[in-house]
């Protein structure tokens, strides 16, 4: 069974910098993504990145953030840069197998101060 373990959230000012991880210990993954979800709103899609390393961005983050993922490790990373208030949310981790069954970490904070 495959298991997700985020860290790196935490607090951090507008237009601060901060690198959130993922740690995945089982499964060879397809897709490797970070959603968010804020207060009140949906869970929505922030980044992904393939296997061959094409990553794919939500336009607003465009430019700002960036995904990387190191595969012989299991690990993804999420370099957030410029944050902004809306950045608010809890971050989550998902991995998807090659077989396409997804898995989702717990969770972790990050919370943007103006």
């Known amino acids: 069974q495959v298991q997700l373990v985020e860290s790196g959230g935490g607090l951090v000012q507008v237009g601060g910098s901060l690198r959130l991880s993922c740690a995945a210990s089982g499964g060879i993954h397809k897709t490797m993504r970070w959603h968010r979800q804020a207060p009140g709103k949906q869970r929505e899609l922030v980044a992904s990145?393939?296997?061959?390393?094409?990553?794919t961005y939500k336009e607003s983050v465009k430019g700002r953030f960036t995904i990387s993922r190191d595969i012989p490790k299991n690990t993804l990373a999420l370099h957030m840069q410029n944050v902004k208030v809306e950045g608010t949310a809890i971050y989550y981790c998902?991995?998807?197998?090659?077989?396409?069954?997804?898995?989702w970490g717990q969770g972790i904070q990050v919370t943007v101060s103006s």
């Open positions: 998902r991995a998807t197998t090659l077989f396409s069954a997804s898995s």
């Open positions: 990145i393939t296997r061959n390393l094409t990553a």
